[in-house]
């Protein structure tokens, strides 16, 4: 059974970076797909990032393409999201899931989740 830990939020000022991390256990994780996701206060959740399994392919949101960057390494059972140039529109609860399948910009074909962590971007 994969379980997921999401870390690396905080609060941070526009143009600013963080590093998002996604940490799993369970031996079957490295044929996982991965997404991450994001949910704004009084928003829907809303795709961010995929990577499948062996980090081969990536697809990205176009409101964070060319800043963001989604990573994995498999040895440590960690994904990685990557923030570069934040914008205060970036402020959300972002959440990793997992999916024993190839990616998806779904959030409901995720069945694994992480319990998220809040990114907040002002000034």
């Known amino acids: 059974q994969v379980q997921l830990e999401d870390s690396g939020g905080g609060l941070v000022h526009p143009g600013d970076s963080l590093r998002l991390s996604c940490a799993a256990s369970?031996?079957?994780?490295?044929?996982?797909?991965v997404g991450w996701f994001r949910q704004a206060p009084g928003k829907e959740r809303e795709f961010v990032a995929t990577?499948?399994?062996?980090?081969?392919?990536?697809n990205y949101a176009d409101s964070v393409k060319g800043r963001f960057t989604i990573s994995r390494d498999n040895t440590k059972g960690t994904v990685y999201l990557q923030m570069n140039n934040l914008k205060p529109e970036d402020t959300a609860y972002y959440y990793c899931?997992?999916?024993?399948?190839?990616?998806?910009?779904?959030?409901?074909?995720?069945?694994?989740w992480g319990q998220g962590t809040q990114v907040t971007v002002s000034s």
């Open positions: 899931a997992a999916r024993g399948f190839s990616p998806s910009v779904y959030s409901h074909e995720y069945p694994i």
């Open positions: 369970g031996r079957a994780f490295p044929s996982y797909a």
């Open positions: 990577i499948n399994w062996n980090g081969g392919v990536s």
